[in-house]
């Protein structure tokens, strides 16, 4: 699992496609993201709850 601001995030590898992914656990909306290692999983991850925070906001 992956954390950052609160959020958690899962983490699955695809072995066809050779790439991490995963998405933000226990929220309604389906946010995903990936990355062909674990510091571009991380970025992506960061960049994701990032994102998502930001709509929530714009949202209200």
Do not use: N, P, Q
């Not at 571009?40 to 925070?53: G, N, R």
């Amino acid at each position: 699992m992956l954390e950052y601001k609160g959020y958690l995030g899962k983490i699955e590898y695809s072995e066809d496609d050779e790439v991490l992914h995963g998405r933000l656990e226990f929220i309604r909306d389906l946010v995903t993201y990936e990355g062909t290692d674990a510091k571009s999983l991380k970025a992506a991850f960061h960049e994701a709850v990032d994102d998502y925070i930001a709509f929530c906001e714009a949202e209200g």
